[in-house]
């Protein structure tokens, strides 16, 4: 392993290649469930690097098969299915994209934006803004999630409603695949019809098919307003006829529709009491509402009042609040971001990450809550997610008098059949936008089709026949 250690340091220089000290930043996953170790870091500078690597390392394989030698791609390492970290055989090496971060090149004509896998998202967004133009990937980890990491698990976030998920957002790749060679994808076009689609077929690969190293994306004009509001309601039944409502009242104008429980909310209340969380009271849920507007702020303002009074007739919502200015509706929008971080502060909870049709969710959720409690009485729903495309982060809490180690450790394989299992019942999705990673592996082999598995192992024996690329994750051989 020396001789490969060394060979690498000549790639990419001895202060990128990490072998000692504390390497838990990339081999600790960020919810802190599991810490790997590594053979090490390597953190190369451009796709050139990342080709030699993988190349390197694929000959090493190759001529040393019981080394189990094997690549781990990582981006902001903010995942939360164990899907870009190390196992603990320290026969991994971690390949860490965040020293590619460079903005390539922007098309204003064109509306796209090409960048290198390591850039953050928060930072591309940015980049966009400061061209008048609109990069609509949005989620709470923005500020450290890569663009890398949101391909290779195709994120969502919370403007899916409008723009689709991250594969939407993408015309072209530039990918080193597991033998070290450089696809060059990067094309900015929006029709391409010769072959296989081989960009689709990276995306959400959680790194297990090659490593995506640059990607060109799509862009938008900014609105020239968005306006947001907090509406109170007391059922998913109800939110779901608000969702109807909006559709038809807003059109495409409607880019966010977030739903919050009450119980979710109160976490961030006790934990973040800085936050003023508006229109407590009794009703079970919220909604969050965003109306982006390519008119005016005063038609924005007009279709969104207009929306609330149909709402409030039709019984649609008890009560409700808009944003007067862009610094009250981002105070809205951290209230909800805040959820997930709220919650492990309670103490450690069993997350899912489902999607069922729209108009399957009520019913889902009033069924595997009756179901919940009934495995685990005095279990607490920690509800929250995009009901506008279908996707519930339908995450399950300790019940307030058990210990919550104790929960994860006796009831976690229990609470996720109860939910899997209804989750297939209601022809739904394991994993909506979090990818499958180490977590959901067993599961997936549950729930997937065998024609589709079959399909998908096709696939990587056939990309990578070494299984050299992220082992162990996604699927197994």
Same mark, same amino acid.
């Given at each position: ?10 790639? +990419? ?14 081999? $600790? ?5 599991? *810490?790997?170790?590594?053979?090490? @870091? ?11 690597? @993988? ?16 690549? &781990? ?86 403007? &899916? ?13 530039? +990918? @080193? ?9 990067? !094309? ?18 959680? /790194?297990?098919?090659? @490593? ?22 007391? !059922? ?12 038809? $009242? ?20 006790? *934990? ?41 007739? $039709? ?6 609040? +808009? ?36 108009? !399957? ?11 919940? $409690? ?11 997610? *995009?009901? /506008? ?50 977590? =959901?592996?067993?599961?997936?082999? *549950?729930? =997937? ?29």
């Amino acid at each position: 392993m020396q001789t490969l250690l060394d060979s690498l340091r000549a790639i +990419v220089g001895s202060a990128h290649v990490l072998t000692e000290g504390d390497l838990s930043a990339w081999e $600790q996953d960020w919810r802190k469930r599991e *810490h790997g170790r590594s053979l090490a @870091v390597v953190r190369p500078a451009s796709t050139d690097d990342v080709a030699r690597v @993988v190349k390197t390392c694929a000959e090493f394989r190759a001529s040393h098969p019981e080394s189990g030698l094997s690549l &781990v791609p990582q981006g902001g390492n903010t995942g939360l299915a164990v899907g870009s970290t190390p196992d603990d055989s320290g026969h991994q090496i971690v390949l860490s994209l965040q020293r590619m971060n460079a903005m390539r090149s922007l098309d204003a004509a064109n509306l796209t934006l090409t960048v290198e896998a390591g850039c953050v998202l928060q930072n591309l967004q940015q980049h966009a803004q400061a061209a008048q133009l609109l990069f609509p990937l949005s989620m709470a980890s923005e500020g450290s999630c890569t663009i890398g990491g949101n391909l290779g698990c195709n994120a969502g976030g919370t403007q &899916v409603l409008r723009y689709g998920n991250t594969r939407d957002l993408c015309l072209g790749l530039e +990918v @080193v695949t597991a033998q070290g060679e450089i696809w060059n994808g990067l !094309s900015g076009l929006r029709k391409d019809n010769t072959g296989y689609d081989l960009r689709d077929l990276f995306i959400g690969s959680e /790194g297990t098919l090659g @490593v995506i190293t640059a990607a060109t994306l799509k862009l938008y004009p900014l609105p020239v307003a968005r306006l947001t509001a907090w509406a109170a309601l007391p !059922s998913v039944e109800h939110a779901i006829a608000l969702l109807g409502l909006a559709q038809r $009242q807003l059109g495409a104008e409607l880019t966010g529709f977030e739903l919050m429980g009450a119980f979710a909310l109160s976490l961030v209340i006790k *934990h973040f009491p800085q936050l003023r969380v508006p229109l407590q009271g009794e009703q079970a849920f919220f909604v969050l509402l965003e109306n982006s507007d390519h008119v005016s702020e005063a038609h924005a303002r007009t279709q969104f009042e207009h929306l609330l009074e149909l709402a409030f007739e $039709q019984g649609c919502i008890s009560d409700a609040v +808009v944003a007067e200015n862009l610094t009250q509706a981002k105070q809205l929008w951290h209230i909800r971001e805040s959820i997930p971080l709220a919650q492990p502060l309670e103490g450690l909870n069993i997350k899912h990450d489902i999607s069922v049709p729209i108009s !399957s969710m009520a019913e889902f959720v009033a069924t595997t809550d009756a179901l919940l $409690q009934q495995a685990i009485p005095g279990v607490r729903m920690v509800n929250f997610g *995009h009901l /506008g495309d279908g996707n519930l982060h339908y995450n399950v809490q300790a019940p307030p008098d058990m210990d919550p180690a104790l929960f994860l450790r006796e009831h976690e394989k229990r609470v996720n059949s109860v939910v899997f299992d209804s989750v297939a019942r209601f022809q739904g999705s394991i994993s909506a936008e979090h990818g499958v990673g180490g977590l =959901k592996v067993a599961q997936l082999e *549950h729930y =997937k089709s065998p024609v589709a598995l079959d399909l998908m192992r096709a696939i990587k024996r056939a990309l990578d026949p070494h299984n050299l690329m992220n082992p162990g994750r996604v699927l197994r051989l």
